[in-house]
């Protein structure tokens, strides 16, 4: 009686399986191919590159939605409060406590933004370039624009704006004379100096009376110390960041040169 071997069963039973996976390989391979072919740039006429069809579309739709986050329709809506506060503050002449109450609502919820927008940007990587710009440019707005109609009326002096807007400009231009050698992180003191300022502007926009009042006026002069106070310290942070940048430039030049 003629058998088969197990051996030659075993290798029988084994070529299937290998013939079975080499073209379920195949097959997986063709589609992995396929999928490759479709998102790879395809060859142009002249043996060039052509991007694959859809790129431009996808990237625009990228940077679409990276300039359309919610961080930066924060700061688009505090800019569009400046007006708005504008118009309330100095309506009825600028000392109608209604009118008074309703811009200082318009100041708040622009300062309340201010606080969400940086935060909601850091957390969830929504920094562009346009929040980059527009953010210090709508605080500076809509606080700028807060003294100047509190000092037209007369309720604040004049040099109070002068050294609260001063120094703010200041520290922008100082922030972009210096960005090639790095960024001068906000501080603690900032970030306090910021709150004591809106504050304080917020509660001369308001038509207090009293001792509300006078605690005001203490509010103020603490922003003011402030505002003084950190704008030396980024003064100072700035001479040591270009210090820095110019020594490491110099470094690294040598180690090239060498």
Not at 172 to 193: C, D, E, H, Q, W
Not at 229 to 254: F, H, K, N, P, S
Request: proline share 4%.
């Amino acid at each position: 009686m003629t058998g088969v071997p197990a051996s030659a069963a075993g290798g029988s039973t084994g070529a299937q399986g290998a013939r079975g996976a080499a073209a379920a390989d195949g097959a997986a391979s063709e589609v992995s191919g396929t999928a490759a072919r479709s998102s790879a740039p395809a060859p142009g006429p002249e043996g060039g590159v052509r991007p694959a069809r859809g790129g431009k579309l996808t990237a625009a739709a990228v940077n679409q939605a990276s300039v359309w986050n919610v961080a930066n329709l924060l700061t688009m809506l505090r800019l569009l409060l400046v007006p708005g506060f504008v118009m309330l503050m100095l309506a009825d002449g600028g000392y109608d406590p209604a009118w008074r109450s309703f811009a200082w609502a318009a100041f708040a919820v622009a300062m309340i933004t201010d606080l969400f927008d940086g935060h909601l940007a850091r957390t969830y990587d929504l920094v562009t370039d346009f929040g980059k710009i527009a953010d210090p440019i709508a605080d500076k707005a809509i606080m700028g624009a807060a003294l100047v109609c509190l000092s037209a009326l007369g309720d604040l002096p004049w040099w109070v704006t002068a050294v609260i807007l001063g120094r703010e400009l200041g520290i922008t231009l100082l922030r972009f004379l210096v960005i090639r050698y790095g960024v001068i992180p906000a501080s603690r003191g900032g970030k306090l100096k910021t709150l004591t300022q809106g504050i304080a502007v917020g509660m001369y926009v308001l038509a207090l009376t009293g001792w509300l009042a006078t605690l005001r006026f203490w509010v103020m002069a603490a922003a003011v110390v402030l505002t003084v106070v950190t704008g030396l310290d980024y003064v100072r942070q700035a001479v040591v960041l270009r210090r820095r940048g110019i020594a490491e430039r110099a470094a690294a030049l040598g180690e090239k040169e060498a």
